[in-house]
Structure formats: structure tokens, C-alpha cells
């Protein structure tokens, strides 16, 4: 089992940048796939990055691609995401979650997910 504890978010203004972090308990971290996934207020949960487990494949939705990137370092147990030209409609709770088996990128089906953090770009 693992505990997820995002951290990084907070108020911006449009085309800032913020990097999340979502630190990981255990010691298989680099044995996990990684996602992070977004909620904005009246929305659905969105997926919004993945990472793999040992090549570091990387996958992002259309929205965030070339904006976003995701990345871990397996030493630290963390996995990233950097928000880079942020804009308002990038305003949701953000969280990060963790799988340990093989699954699909845009599969949304993990069994480990922290609290969120909240990422509010003003206009």
C-alpha cells in the first residue's frame, strides 16, 4: 500500500508556472505508474498526465500538452507536475494518484490517491 501527499498548488496569475509534487510512502515507489488527474468545480475528474514506471514514458491530455510535464525521481519518491503558461481554465483541485500494475494511460482506475491540491489561476 502507499500514501499520497501532494503539495505546490495555490493562487497564480494567468501564463505563471507552479510545480505540484505528490511525495509517496513505501519503499516501491519506482514500481508504480503515476498519474495525475484534475477536478474543477461543477466538472468531472479529468486526467491530466502519466508517467511509467521504469522508462519514464510520458503521456499528457490535449489540453495541457506542451504546457504540463511530469516526471519522478524514483530516490525521493516524487513525482512532478510542471505547469508552465498556466490559465484560468487550468483553476481545479489537482491529484495525484499511483498504481502498481500495468495499466493504459488514460485509465483513471487507480487504487491510490492522495488528497489534492488546489491551483487557482486568475484572469
Known amino acids: 500500500q502507499v500514501q499520497l501527499v501532494e503539495s505546490g498548488g495555490g493562487l497564480v496569475q494567468a501564463g505563471d508556472s507552479l510545480r505540484l509534487s505528490c511525495a509517496a510512502s513505501?519503499?516501491?515507489?519506482?514500481?508504480?505508474?503515476m498519474g495525475w488527474f484534475r477536478q474543477a468545480p461543477g466538472k468531472e475528474r479529468e486526467f491530466v498526465a502519466f508517467i511509467s514506471r521504469s522508462h519514464g514514458s510520458t503521456y499528457y491530455a490535449d489540453s495541457v500538452k506542451g504546457r504540463f510535464t511530469i516526471s519522478r525521481d524514483n530516490a525521493k519518491n516524487t513525482v512532478y507536475l510542471q505547469m508552465n503558461s498556466l490559465k484560468p481554465e487550468d483553476t481545479a483541485v489537482y491529484y495525484c494518484?499511483?498504481?502498481?500494475?500495468?495499466?493504459?494511460?488514460?485509465?483513471?482506475?487507480?487504487?491510490?490517491w492522495g488528497q489534492g491540491t488546489q491551483v487557482t489561476v486568475s484572469s
Open positions: 494518484a499511483a498504481d502498481p500494475r500495468p495499466k493504459y494511460w488514460r485509465d483513471d482506475d487507480y487504487p491510490y
Open positions: 513505501g519503499r516501491t515507489f519506482s514500481s508504480y505508474v
